[in-house]
Structure formats: structure tokens, C-alpha cells
């Protein structure tokens, strides 16, 4: 790891700072567009020596992580890492002209959300044991469905009920194939996907297309939350935006809690960890199981709403873009944690808002290639983490109570 | 690797011989072998034939009028589109016979066209098919075909239409094997990713999925765009030297290629069955443990394993460029890679079965179209209904209460792993 730190702030060094004319600024507008409260003055910073000071602490990182190791901060430290290479990067695009950042940190936040509750999804089901690939297909029929109610009845919040039930009777048909059926998880999961994406684009042929009031369902509006959206920067990113970012927040503390702190957290992780033995406990290893599958098909169904009832406000065939699958290499990053998993969400929501925004900005780079960046992150973060990681230990395995 | 091998201690128990024989034994009847399915096909047509009927406004309208007009209007409407779908896949029986009795040449290619399109369609798929079928035996997850598809047909199509005055005995097959070497590209990446660090394929693979759509989008829009396109993702027809060629005056698109992919086929299995390195690598598959005491390099597999499976995917997007399409554009595929999975487990992994559920599927995909021009249903009906297969292939357990079939004296094994492979 630290082999990529120090490549990182030779990047910087090699790359950024030596293509930088000497006295150029990079001005960041801290402000997105369109909210008026919690606002404050842009960012101008000198280009070069920011990108000197980014390289600089990049480099102390990686020779503290090369000399002594930061142990179970490994993966924070790579993280900050990427963080500042980001900024650099950004810094470097940007030098003479203005970037609205806290635009981007929006957007990144919003794009964070269905990435981050995948990865809840898939950390509740396979923290008991059960491997969920189902979650993409999951989200892309909550989507669709969410779209489909919410136009029918106009009312968001049925949508989101809709959504959810959509998604849960997937989970159900998951549970009952890896759990009764004992077939294999990954094949499970591939059925589901493979359904959603046929049933959902022949629904949308049939009827949302021909008939456009079934697919314009009404948006959550953006709520600030009293107080704390005057904070500077902080506030309009993170506490006047959308609902689905507070339930995402919502999500966290709850599985947070839930997972390490309570009796039944305990037992849900032991299912996952040693199902013989919890057996032998006394745990219903069975059911547990099919608890975890049914709530992580109610967060995959939250996650595909917040598409078609939280930001597009519209179905299209394959909106969801593989963010199911993203969410679960943010899962594995996150190492299994709901902290992680978050910190992974926004980072890969970041590596997206950066693709769309650059473009704006006329980078040279196309458009293509800053749109693969997610995917390629992705790659690079599982090749480096998933043999430190923890998976459950009986991840994938069928339980088989003699 | 073949030093391994010729390393291992003799009658191991865990020698790959002794791992398989198992496998052998419950090779059993044809009939227990086919039945499950068999059975799923039909179960996943009548799902299919239900959903027809549910998703249509003028089955609801006779409901409101009598229970039995509706049921009526039901089975019309099924029967309908279940006929387009066979005249669109099969031909019409009526146009042939009168087809045959004129003895008109062109004719008779044109009303049995349906079946040779068929045939069409099913040419990729084969190879696709082949390619997830390959994985699975290695005990590898290849969901990456898509991807490994249209990196394939972009190689395919820039040596297509890139190099110039070649004979075509040269040319086309240079075209060919180029796709091939692009797709095994882009599935040895995954493969070494696994092999290195235990990153597992499925995740990995999805990505290079994105990555190769991306990419190919690039090149089809800047470098390999055809001049004059305006823009539009396009890449230059390909020469006429690395065509292959079709058999039957247009619009029959029958072509060679549909025998390329049955050689193809037979290829595979006599590697996977007739070869000590496909004994390796079904071993490696069906337990790869047992392959490390038996001296087996897994990783060695394992990287070859999903290079050989990228190589075939690749094929799929070369004939079809080749054959077929004749230049490349975005919509290149619909959806080869996740129906190549499908058609892998429905044949179990076995290139005869994976040949029968490719030109099955073929068949299917071919006649929705003609069902889509004539009762509007979706062509995506495909998708739902292979789902359905699927599940019931991979559960057969749920087959057998709903026919109420004996259960094998012994279940089948699954021939792949589970858990993101990190325990390594």
C-alpha cells in the first residue's frame, strides 16, 4: 500500500506540478447553484503550490506506511491518498479557470447514495452468510416500479412503498432459491439480475413508453433540515439536499448500531461467521438468514427509488448502470462495515461527479474515459483490499442442518 | 505446469482421474439427463404465455365483459403471438410447401429463411455460450462476456477494415483470430486479477464490462469512426477479403460462420474431455483443493482458463462482425452476455448442450422479433422467460414438486465456487 501512495505523490510531483504555469490560480465556487442559505465566499488557490503541499503530504504518508504501517488505518490512509489526488487532479484541471466544487461535492454526494445503499444491502445479507449479486436486479426493478406507482398515484412516498415491495419480493425469491434450494448463491443472484433486466425493459416497451403519464412520477423535493443547513460548505452539501441522503445517514447509524451493539446484530454476524455453532446455540440459523435477505432487499429497494423518485425523475432501460454491482465492491472495500461501506460510496460517488464535471469544464480527457473511472477504481480497490479484507466466513455457503 | 503434472505422485487419491470418475459415473440416461430441462423450457413458455396474457389491455376489456370471453381472449392472444413466434423462428409450413411446389429457387430460400435466421442467431450465441460453459468447467464465473464480446468485435473490425489487400484465405481468418485475441485480452485481466489477488472474477469482469462499452464507444466515435459518419459511433464497413461469406442471395444472411462455431464446439469438448489439460482444468473446477495436492498450478488455470473463455466471447463478437454486420455500432449485442449464461447452465456446461440451448435461444430470439412486429410484445420477453429457465435448471429441485419427478439417487454437483475467493 504504500508502493501506491508514493506513486501517487510522484503523480502529483511529475505530472501535475510540472505542467502548472508558475502564477496561475485555481478558483473553487463553494456554492452550488440555486440554494441561498449556508453560503460563503470562493476558494482561489495558487495552483502550483497547492499541488506541491498535496504531493508533500502524500509522500509523508507513504513513507510513514512504508517505514512503520498505519495497521488498521491502512485502508483510511489509501483512501486520504486518493482523496488528495483527487484534489490535485482537480486543482490541476482547474488551474486559470473556476470549478464550482461544492457543485461537485453535491452532485457527488447524490451519486454516492444508491452505490452506498447497495453496499448496505449487500453487507446485511452477506454478513449472515448469504451472497446478494441480486442487488443490482433489485434496484433496477424498485426503480421501475417506484417510476410506475409514484405516476400512477402521484404520491412519492407510495412510490417508495412500491419500490420497496418490489424489491423485497426479489429478495424473497433469492432467499428461497440459496436458502431452501441450497443452488449456488452467484447463480441465484444472476437469475434475479437477468429477470429484472428483461421484465423491466418489456414493462417499460409496453406501457411507459407508450403511454408517458405512467412514467412521470413526482420527485422528492429537496429538505433542508433546520439549523444545520447555515453551516458553511457543509450545510447545503449535506443538510439541504435530498431525502434519500438523510435516510442513507439514517441507514448508517441504524446498522451501525444494530450490527455491533445489540444481541441481535450478534447473532445475525454469528450466522454469518460459524452457522453450525449458532445452531448449536440456539439461533435460527434458517431464519436469520431469511430476515437478512428480506432487509436487504428493502435497502436495495430505497436505493433503486432514489433513481427514478429521487433524481431523475423518470425510467430508463438500465438506469441503474451497474451501481448495484459498484455498491458491492464498496461493500468489500468498506471491509464489511457500514462506516466503510459509506466511506467507499462517496469516494466512488466522487471518481462519477468528477467524469460529468470535467466534461463541463472542457478537459482535454474524454468524456469516455472519465466515465470509466468509477469502473476502473473499483478494479483497482478490490485487487488491492479483498485479501485484507474480512468476509463473513461462511460467506456463500449453504447451511445444511443435518 | 507440465512439469507439475508429470510431478505428482502416483495414485494420489486426490489424482484428478479419481476426482472425476465421480462425475462419470452419474453420467445416467439420456431421459433423467434431459428431462429437467426439458421441462424447464416448457415451464418457462407457459410463465411466458401467462405474462402475455396479463400485460395485454385487450384480455382485461374482455374480463370486463364475461369471465369466459376473457379466458377466450386470452388463449387468442397467446395463440397469436406463440404462432408469430414459431412462423418468425421456424418458417411458415404453408409458404414452404407452396414455396417447394413452385420450385422457384429464391423462394424457397426465402420462405425457410425464418429457420436459417435462426441459425443466425444462434452463431454467437454458440460461442458465447461456449465461453461461459468453458469458465464454469475451470470453476470460473465469466460474466464478462459482453464485454469481452465487443472488444473482440472491435479488434475483429479494425483488422477488418484497417489492413488492405490481403487474399481472403489471409485476411479473413486474421480478422478472425484478432477478435479473438482481444476478447482473451480482456478475460485474462480478470483471470490474473484472481489468480493475483483473489479480486473475484464476477465483480470484476461487470466492470470491465463498463470499462470495454466505454471504451469501445471512444474508438467508434474518434479513431475507428467511419469518415463522413458525422459523429455518429460507426466504425468503416470492412473489406470484402475478410468477409464471411454467405451461403444464400440477400436477404437469406445464412452464413459460414454457423459452421465455424460447430467446430468450435467440437473443439472444446475434445480439450475439455479428450485432453490431460482439460482433465487439469475440470479438476481445478470441480475442486480446486484437490488440484493443488494433485500438483496442479491453479493460478496457472485460472489465468489461462479465463483467457481461453475471453478468447471464445471474443469469437462471438468477430463472426458476427465478420458475417453479419459487416461494420461495428453500439448496438452491437443484445445482451449476449447474460444470455450466455443462461445457455451455458441450460446445456451443463457441455458444448453439445450448450449448442442445442444456443440455436434453441436463437430460435426464440428470432421468432420475438416477428412476434413484437405482429402482437407488440416486447422482445425482452426473451430475457424473462431465459430467467425463468434458468432458475429452474439451477433449482431443479422445484422442477421435480411441480411434475412430481423422482429425485436422482444422487444430486448433481456444482461445479464452481462460492465466497468472494479472498480465503485463497
Known sequence: ?402 | MDQDIQNKPEKNPDQPEEVLKDQEKHKGNFWSKISIPLLAIVTGLLIGAILIAATSPAVYDAFGESFWSGIKTAFSEIFISYKALFTGSIGDPVRIFNAIASGEKQAIYEAINPFLESLVQATPYIFAGLAVALGFRAGLFNIGVEGQLFIGAACATFVGYAVKGLPWIIHMPLAFIAGGLGGALWGFIAGFLKAKTGAHEVINTIMLNWIAFRLTEWLLSGPMTRPGSGGMPISPIIEESAQIPQFFPSPVRFHLGFFIALAFAWLIWWILFKTKWGLNMRTVGTNPRAAKYAGLNVNTTTMIGMALSGALAGLAGSIQILAVNRSMALGLSSGYGFDSIALALIGNNHPLGVVLSSILFGTLRNGATRMMVVSKIPIDIVSVIQAIILMFVAAPAIIRALYRLRKPKQEETTVFVSGWGGGQ
Not at chain 1, 237 to 250: C, K
Request: net charge positive; charged share 10%; with cysteine.
Open chain 1, 1 to 402: 500500500m504504500g508502493i501506491i501512495e508514493l506513486l501517487i505523490s510522484l503523480l502529483i510531483f511529475l505530472v501535475f506540478v510540472r505542467t502548472v504555469a508558475p502564477d496561475v490560480v485555481t478558483t473553487f465556487v463553494m456554492t452550488p447553484g440555486g440554494i441561498d442559505i449556508g453560503t460563503i465566499g470562493d476558494w482561489i488557490l495558487p495552483s502550483r503550490l497547492t499541488l506541491i503541499i498535496l504531493g508533500v503530504l502524500c509522500l509523508l504518508i507513504s513513507i510513514f506506511q512504508l517505514i512503520k504501517g498505519f495497521g488498521r488505518g491502512t485502508n483510511g490512509m489509501v483512501g486520504l491518498c486518493a482523496l488528495l489526488l483527487i484534489f490535485g487532479f482537480l486543482t490541476w484541471q482547474a488551474s486559470d479557470r473556476s470549478l464550482n466544487l461544492a457543485g461537485m461535492l453535491t452532485s457527488a454526494v447524490l451519486l454516492a447514495v444508491p452505490i452506498t445503499l447497495g453496499a448496505f444491502s449487500g453487507l446485511i445479507s452477506e454478513r449472515a452468510g448469504v451472497i446478494n449479486i441480486a442487488i443490482e436486479g433489485m434496484m433496477l426493478m424498485a426503480s421501475m416500479v417506484g417510476a410506475l406507482i409514484g405516476s400512477i398515484t402521484q404520491n412519492a412516498w407510495v412510490g417508495l412503498l412500491g419500490a420497496i415491495g418490489a424489491a423485497v419480493l426479489l429478495a424473497l425469491i433469492h432467499a428461497v432459491l440459496s436458502i431452501k434450494y441450497k443452488i449456488n448463491q452467484v447463480i441465484s443472484g444472476t437469475v434475479i439480475n437477468i429477470f429484472s433486466a428483461g421484465m423491466t425493459a418489456f414493462i417499460s416497451q409496453k406501457f411507459l413508453q407508450t403511454n408517458q403519464a405512467l412514467n412521470r412520477p413526482p420527485l422528492f423535493p429537496r429538505v433542508p433540515i433546520p439549523g444545520l443547513a447555515h453551516i458553511p460548505v457543509v450545510g447545503p452539501i449535506l443538510f439541504n439536499t435530498n431525502m434519500f441522503v438523510y435516510l442513507m445517514f439514517a441507514f448508517l447509524i441504524i446498522l451501525q448500531v444494530a450490527l455491533f451493539s445489540t444481541r441481535w446484530g450478534l447473532r445475525h454476524r454469528a450466522v454469518g461467521e460459524h452457522p453450525k455453532a449458532a445452531d448449536t446455540l440456539g439461533i435460527n440459523v434458517i431464519r436469520t438468514r431469511y430476515t437478512a435477505v428480506l432487509l436487504s432487499g428493502i435497502v436495495a429497494g430505497v436505493a433503486g427509488a432514489f433513481f427514478t423518485l429521487g433524481s431523475v425523475g423518470r425510467f430508463d432501460e438500465g438506469i441503474t448502470a451497474g451501481k448495484g454491482f459498484i455498491g458491492l465492491a464498496a461493500m468489500i472495500f468498506g471491509n464489511w462495515n457500514p462506516i466503510g461501506s459509506l466511506g467507499a460510496g462517496l469516494l466512488f460517488g466522487f471518481a462519477d461527479a468528477i467524469g460529468s464535471k470535467l466534461s463541463l469544464l472542457g478537459s482535454k480527457i474524454p468524456a469516455q474515459f472519465m466515465a470509466m473511472a468509477p469502473y476502473l477504481i473499483t478494479m483497482i480497490v478490490l485487487a488491492g483490499f479483498i485479501g485484507r479484507g474480512q468476509a463473513p466466513a461462511a460467506d456463500g455457503e449453504p447451511y445444511d442442518k443435518e
